[in-house]
């Protein structure tokens, strides 16, 4: 294997294909970066039989061949390349690096022992890559972290014609982003359970090109997976990843379908105050929120412990009320709204609140944040 390439193309598909990269994998030969030079260029893998990915790049490539090697390692060695081409060929069982006057010799992880990497399902559809990295950055927020709760830790994909719903829930809040997209098949309906952090770290890392395909199989060999492609400095990007098994909750039904309390606010005010009163607030504690007479008053501590207090003004319509919730979690959802201003709805105190941004015009953001209350102290 003999090839040559620009240090920057290089680096960046070295860093794609190696952030998916287990951190304790199962096997040594897990660890690696797969190299195969073409005739029709480059394409570097990994995959740890459950996430895969592939980056596609030109180069000019002088002999074929194939070569294992350690991906974080060679992620760490690209990033520090000075700005020239990078000469690459394998020397028995190492692979040698060339660029200007820097040069490293790596130890090769026997390819025959690799995993074969998934194809893709069928295409499924596109979607704009920045509306799509921004539609799941706000699902994701509600995700569970917690991998004794698996099914949590996923956000649901529900395809409904041109509709794409994304749905997470970590059983303390819930987030329901809806987006516009191009399918294949207009009556297309289908559903998957994808990972979150997958999810996250794919749909930002692809905003390089227009569109991002999802790739989603309803049956046969790809069943269980999800693929998603799209375009990267110099090449194609492409990661596919096993869906999560389990019944995901039905968390439709918990928005509510009507409000008796409503609250407008100015996002950044109401931001601002609640991260200034939680200072006092103690680990797991509530921030109180009371609405009334035009103003939504915000609390924290009590007894002998620190105290803060602060009123913001709100445009307030049905009855007074007073509530409480977790500070981070209310500014979790707070900050993934992009609209100035939001409204926050409840039925009563002791209900969820469903918060979402107030469009400048007529347009649907797309975007609601359910958050359950938490108990104050008395």
Not at 6 to 21: G, K, N, Q, T, Y
Request: aromatic content about 4%; charged content about 20%.
């Amino acid at each position: 294997m003999k090839f040559r390439v620009e240090r920057d193309v290089l680096a960046d598909a070295v860093a794609w294909a190696a952030r998916s990269l287990p951190v304790r994998p199962s096997a040594p030969v897990l660890a690696g970066l797969l190299i195969d030079a073409s005739d029709d260029g480059l394409v570097l893998s990994t995959f740890d039989y459950e996430t895969s990915a592939r980056a596609t790049l030109g180069a000019e490539v002088h002999d074929e061949g194939r070569a294992l090697v350690s991906g974080r390692l060679l992620s760490d060695i690209c990033r520090s390349l000075p700005a020239k081409p990078v000469d690459v060929v394998t020397e028995g069982a190492r692979v040698s690096l060339t660029c200007g006057s820097a040069r490293f010799s790596l130890q090769t992880m026997p390819v025959e022992d690799y995993p074969t990497i998934p194809d893709m399902p069928t295409a499924t559809g596109t979607v704009p890559s920045d509306v799509f990295a921004h539609a799941v950055a706000q699902a994701v927020t509600a995700a569970g972290r917690d991998d004794m709760l698996p099914v949590l830790t996923g956000v649901r994909i529900e395809i409904d014609g041109s509709t794409i719903s994304l749905l997470a829930t970590d059983r303390f809040r819930l987030s329901q982003r809806e987006l516009a997209w191009n399918p294949h098949t207009p009556d297309e309906s289908l559903a998957a359970l994808v990972p979150a952090r997958v999810l996250g770290d794919t749909a930002k890392a692809l905003t390089s090109g227009s569109d991002v395909t999802i790739a989603l199989s309803a049956g046969g060999s790809g069943e269980g997976i999800i693929g998603f492609q799209g375009a990267g400095p110099g090449g194609i990007r492409r990661t596919t990843t096993r869906l999560l098994d389990g019944e995901f909750p039905k968390v439709r039904s918990l928005f509510p379908t009507e409000q008796l309390t409503t609250a407008t606010v100015e996002k950044a005010a109401l931001v601002e105050s609640v991260k200034r009163v939680a200072l006092v607030a103690e680990r797991n504690t509530a921030v109180q929120l009371k609405f009334g007479d035009g103003v939504l008053t915000l609390d924290a501590g009590s007894g002998d412990e620190a105290q803060a207090s602060e009123s913001i003004p709100a445009t307030i319509e049905g009855d007074d009320l007073t509530t409480g919730f977790n500070p981070q979690f209310l500014l979790d959802g707070l900050q993934v709204i992009d609209e100035a201003v939001v409204e926050l709805a409840f039925t009563q105190a002791s209900k969820p609140v469903v918060i979402s941004g107030v469009p400048d015009g007529d347009v649907d953001p797309g975007f609601r944040y359910l958050l359950m209350p938490r108990r104050l102290l008395s």
